[in-house]
């Protein structure tokens, strides 16, 4: 007698909690539910309580969708009614009432397709897939494997390993179904094939075992002994509130066993399969009663085989589910015929004879009927088709006319464009000459500027500067020389006195013209030795900071200009702020040098100063333009003033 091969059923998703701790949650959810919640937490909180019910109490469960579908729609929630109507459907598919289910589902569609939830594409594949579920139970299976490939193609665009994984292995199962072996390992493998690119557990355990179940299906057992040996691997990390998995993977190794005619071990795994579907399903649990049935009839216990079957037959009659109806016929007519009891063999075989040719008849009916439409239908779109293409002729010269003259404004519209295009350019071009020139004639009168500085400085040291120290030296010997009264004598040292103050000046001016510590040592040097002169004085106090400024090589014209603006932003904080500090910081950043001068006095109001500055904010300004740099100044009344400027110094 050949080896009876089992129909499975892949149900990948979270399987209920039952007993005590699912009445636990029943009730915490009903007190959450007497609370002031917001429209979407309460639509969930429904939807689960429903959920919860459908073990439970499955016309309450009923009564609560319609509750939540109906707060739902009234509160304008596309995405929480949808998905009310998607959940809803199990409940119809669990009772038989796939009429239902479908219009469910064809409800939920409408829905999802109003939504704007970041979920919107997931949920809408999952419910494409339960629609190829609900086909399949219809035997409409030309329909179902149409939902089946455009579920696998929506998870495949929204990047959905896990869901994309689950409607491959459905997929397979429904051309197991239609006994097409191969189709059936194809989709199992691309299922294994990105199972092995996220090395999630889950998805590994699933997918080895639905690819040895397509092997076992074509009689080649050794090698789907060995798919089904490495989904064994993932049993001890499985999610084990997720049984269903487990379950199948149990019935396809007993079936393997079966097949290799182990029929011990065979035996251990349906009985771990009917363990786990104790309160879990009842497909697996009539499922593993058959075929621990059938070994026990391969091993000649017959009593223990019947008590089984019989068991089996019973549950199986009040769920009205033909095909497992039809195995166990056929394996009850198997024992009695190997117990020699040949009128009950024959009236099972019967029995099974019957459903076999009416399941195959409806299958064959449904396949032919579905063909016969999408026929219809393509029919239908070949006349359209074709009256479409009767109007698209008669409007081709209309078209062609109406592009002609697009093409003519267009080629006159970007002529005009062009034309304004080169006039903006030229103009663009104009300003950025003039501006060069201004900038040009900036740098002539500064750098004249600073030329006649650097002459006057080299005079006042050189040339005045010699000279009044002569005198002072002539002075200094007269008063060594000769014999003076007191008057006299201290007449002579306040001239002295007065003509060594006016040396100190004179070299003080000369120095602020030119320093010669930034010619010789830098930009850097010579800020900082500025302000340590500052400090002397004790007129305020200047805390210079530099960085990224050591051995930085720059033109000395830059390195003046910049000088120049310090020196004059630290003169208007002098002169004007009544400042006790000022805060000097100088750093580069990249082909940049960023300045930011900030002091604690009495401050000033921007806007008038724009409108009214003196020279010494116009030197500023036009230093900076020169050096094509901006400067930002954020000042008001007794608040300080703080300067921001960022130089091209490259």
């Known amino acids: ?152 193609q929506l998870f495949e665009e929204i990047n959905r390993p896990a869901g994309l994984i689950t409607s491959l292995l459905n997929t397979a199962v429904l051309y197991k179904e239609l006994q097409d072996y191969t189709r059936q390992e194809f989709y199992a493998r691309k299922a294994l094939s990105i199972a092995r690119k996220t090395q999630n557990k889950d998805d590994l355990l699933i997918a080895y075992t639905y690819v040895a179940h397509a092997l076992s299906e074509q009689d080649k057992v050794k090698d789907a002994k060995v798919y089904i040996d490495s989904a064994a691997l993932y049993i001890n990390n499985y999610h084990q509130n997720q049984p269903i998995a487990l379950l199948n993977y149990y019935l396809i190794r007993g079936s393997i066993f079966l097949q290799l005619n182990k029929l011990d071990s065979s035996f251990q795994s349906f009985k771990k399969a009917y363990d786990l579907s104790q309160n879990q399903s009842a497909f697996g649990r009539y499922q593993s009663l058959l075929q621990m049935g059938n070994v026990r009839r391969k091993e000649k216990k017959f009593d223990e085989a019947e008590k089984y079957l019989l068991e089996a037959l019973e549950g199986i009659n009040k769920t009205g589910e033909l095909a497992q109806k039809n195995i166990a016929f056929q394996y009850l ?190 930009l850097d040097t010579a800020l900082k030795d500025y302000a340590t002169e500052i400090n002397k004085t004790g007129i305020i106090k200047v805390i210079y900071q530099s960085m990224e400024m050591e051995d930085k090589d720059m033109d000395q014209t830059t390195a003046i200009t910049v ?44 806007t008038l100063s724009k409108e009214m500055g003196g020279m010494g904010w116009k030197n500023i300004y036009s230093r900076v333009e020169m050096l094509k740099g901006s400067i930002d100044v954020h000042s008001a009344p007794d608040k300080g003033t703080f300067v921001s400027l960022e130089l091209n110094i490259e």
């Open 563 to 606: 000088f120049r603006i310090v020196q004059e932003l630290l003169n208007n904080v002098i002169k004007h702020a009544q400042a006790t500090e000022v805060l000097v910081q100088v750093f580069r950043q990249m082909s940049k040098l960023v300045i930011n001068v900030e002091d604690n006095g009495k401050g000033f109001d921007v």
């Open 333 to 522: 007519a198997d024992l009695y015929e190997d117990r020699g009891d040949t009128k009950k063999a024959l009236e099972y075989y019967k029995k099974y004879k019957s459903i076999s040719d009416s399941v195959a008849s409806l299958k064959n009916k449904n396949l032919a009927t579905s063909l016969e439409k999408k026929y219809e239908s393509e029919k239908k779109e070949a006349t359209i088709k074709w009256q479409q293409k009767q109007l698209e002729n008669q409007k081709r010269l209309i078209y062609m006319l109406g592009i002609t003259a697009l093409l003519f404004a267009t080629i006159l519209l970007l002529s005009y464009r062009t034309y304004r295009q080169k006039q903006k350019i030229q103009q663009q071009r104009i300003n950025e000459l003039e501006t060069e020139k201004e900038l040009s004639a900036i740098k002539a009168v500064l750098k004249g500027e600073e030329q006649e500085r650097t002459r006057l400085a080299k005079d006042l040291h050189d040339g005045l500067s010699g000279m009044l120290s002569g005198i002072k030296y002539t002075l200094q010997n007269i008063k060594g020389n000769l014999i003076m009264n007191p008057e006299n004598q201290q007449a002579l040292e306040r001239s002295i006195d007065m003509l060594d103050n006016s040396i100190k000046e004179m070299r003080r001016i000369a120095h602020n013209m030119m320093p010669e510590v930034l010619v010789r040592y830098g």
């Open 1 to 152: 007698m050949p080896v009876r091969r089992i129909t499975f059923i892949i149900l990948l998703c979270s399987c209920q909690i039952w007993g005590y701790s699912q009445n636990l949650a029943i009730d915490s959810l009903k007190r959450e539910l007497k609370k002031n919640l917001p429209d979407t937490t309460r639509a969930k909180m429904l939807m689960q309580l429903a959920v919860l019910y459908e073990t439970v109490d499955t016309s309450q469960s009923a009564r609560i969708y319609e509750e939540a579908i109906r707060f739902a729609r009234n509160k304008k929630l596309p995405f929480e009614t949808a998905n009310l109507y998607f959940n809803r459907s199990f409940l119809f598919q669990a009772a038989g009432k796939y009429d239902e289910a479908l219009h469910s589902l064809d409800t939920a569609l409408f829905f999802i397709d109003q939504s704007s939830h970041p979920n919107t594409a997931f949920k809408k594949a999952q419910i494409v897939s339960q629609l190829a579920s609900v086909y399949k139970e219809l035997n409409q299976y030309e329909i179902s494997i149409e939902y089946h490939l455009q579920s696998n």
